[in-house]
């Protein structure tokens, strides 16, 4: 086979989250002489979809999901947009689309192309958590990922766990988060004693657990009365937020700044990056502002300790506690300018070897490759 390869990519909806923005970059550095980017979304509408769809150079197909029980729909509506569009490949991302990607191709028998799925975060970790709920998602994935022709994971923890329930039957790759280290690139920044600027970045949702970083903030404030904390995203979540916002009057204090579409100006700004999340994989957010030379704080996962155990960069925090989360904010803020600066340094020294979005696509392409027996040749 040879020519132009049409990758179908498929994610949830096009909001500014981590997976979105990977996927996004991939796009965006994908070789228009070998393939032909087509996108979908399966959850609906979102503000990056003028984004993805000038980097397809096409419209993008959406599924309006507003119940659960929508998934039945998702299925065959999917399935036809696969048959008539003859994808050369189907690359899923997140649980939800993996899913109906996986049962849209089983419709299709024969006639289905390769799927490869993106695991973004530890299934069984999640499925621990959400007890019945969660035992069924993870036999979902279970299924899915023994469906697809290749299982890509962002970390090493998830890699474990992934070729564990392949038992060996598909191939698992670890392709880890890229970053654009020209975009986000450290700033001289002027640190005011007692009115630090505290940043978090992520999609309002319960899973980033900001009502949390929200409720640390009057424990911050008690040592240092100026401070102050922005958090840039958009979601469901925030009439909740607002509603503790103004719960502990905290609204001269915690800004919702709404959809950011570049980061990069309030990483430049900010004193410390703070990621509060239950869950996370490899989080693009806190990658950035590593990379932008910003300390951090982290709630204490798998994915997160990876990246800042013993590198000097910051603190982790226990998961979902308020008051610990306050005290790990509190501890890197105690170390001043010099000891910002030389964490901000550390961070940027920690992710300094990640992969570009050029190099990161160039696995990505060789993947593609090898599942369809293509080696394509470049302006066919």
């Known amino acids: 086979m040879s020519g132009t390869l049409t990758v179908l990519f498929?994610?949830?909806?096009?909001?500014?989250?981590?997976?979105?923005?990977?996927?996004?970059?991939?796009?965006?550095?994908?070789?228009?002489?070998?393939?032909?980017?087509?996108?979908v979304f399966t959850v609906g509408d979102g503000p990056l979809r003028p984004a993805f769809e000038e980097a397809c150079g096409a419209p993008a197909d959406w599924f309006d999901k507003r119940r659960k029980l929508d998934v039945v729909a998702a299925i065959p509506w999917l399935a036809s947009i696969i048959h008539r569009s003859h994808p050369d490949i189907v690359h899923s991302w997140l649980w939800y689309s993996n899913l109906v990607s996986a049962a849209a191709l089983a419709m299709l028998g024969r006639r289905a192309p390769p799927l490869i799925v993106s695991q973004r975060m530890p299934y069984r970790a999640l499925a621990e958590r959400e007890g019945v709920k969660g035992a069924l998602r993870l036999a979902?994935?279970?299924?899915?990922?023994?469906?697809?022709?290749?299982?890509?994971?962002?970390?090493?923890?998830?890699?474990?766990?992934?070729?564990?329930?392949?038992r060996g039957r598909r191939p698992v790759h670890e392709i880890p988060n890229c970053v654009d280290l020209d975009r986000f690139a450290p700033t001289t920044r002027c640190f005011l004693?007692?009115?630090?600027?505290?940043?978090?970045?992520?999609?309002?949702?319960?899973?980033?657990?900001?009502?949390?970083?929200?409720?640390?903030?009057?424990?911050?404030?008690?040592?240092?009365?100026?401070?102050?904390?922005?958090?840039?995203?958009?979601?469901?979540?925030r009439p909740n937020l607002e509603a503790e916002i103004a719960?502990?009057?905290?609204?001269?204090?915690?800004?919702?700044?709404?959809?950011?579409?570049?980061?990069?100006?309030?990483?430049?700004?900010?004193?410390?990056?703070?990621?509060?999340?239950?869950?996370?994989?490899?989080?693009?957010?806190?990658?950035?502002?590593?990379?932008?030379?910003?300390?951090?704080?982290?709630?204490?996962?798998?994915g997160t300790r990876a990246l800042l155990e013993a590198a000097e960069c910051?603190?982790?925090?226990?998961?979902?506690?308020?008051?610990?989360?306050?005290?790990?904010?509190?501890?890197v803020l105690a170390g001043g300018e010099a000891g910002l600066a030389a964490m901000g340094a550390a961070?940027?020294?920690?992710?300094?070897?990640?992969?570009?979005?050029?190099?990161?696509?160039?696995?990505y392409m060789r993947l593609y490759e090898s599942l369809t027996g293509s080696r394509s040749t470049p302006g066919t």
């Open 347 to 363: 961070a940027r020294r920690r992710v300094s070897s990640a992969s570009s979005p050029a190099t990161t696509a160039a696995r």
């Open 140 to 166: 979902a994935a279970n299924w899915f990922r023994r469906r697809a022709a290749a299982v890509i994971v962002n970390a090493p923890h998830s890699f474990e766990e992934a070729s564990a329930a392949v």
């Open 193 to 237: 004693p007692g009115s630090p600027h505290i940043v978090a970045a992520g999609r309002l949702h319960p899973v980033k657990a900001f009502d949390a970083l929200i409720r640390a903030m009057p424990l911050v404030l008690a040592k240092h009365p100026g401070a102050r904390l922005t958090i840039a995203g958009e979601g469901p979540e």
């Open 10 to 39: 498929v994610i949830d909806a096009p909001w500014p989250d981590g997976a979105q923005g990977q996927c996004l970059a991939l796009v965006r550095a994908l070789d228009r002489t070998r393939f032909r980017p087509r996108i």
């Open 314 to 331: 910051g603190g982790l925090a226990p998961n979902n506690d308020p008051r610990t989360l306050a005290d790990a904010i509190l501890e």
């Open 247 to 302: 719960r502990l009057g905290l609204g001269s204090t915690v800004h919702l700044a709404g959809h950011v579409p570049d980061l990069a100006p309030i990483f430049a700004a900010a004193d410390l990056f703070v990621l509060s999340s239950h869950f996370e994989g490899t989080p693009n957010a806190l990658l950035e502002a590593m990379a932008s030379g910003v300390p951090v704080v982290a709630t204490d996962l798998p």
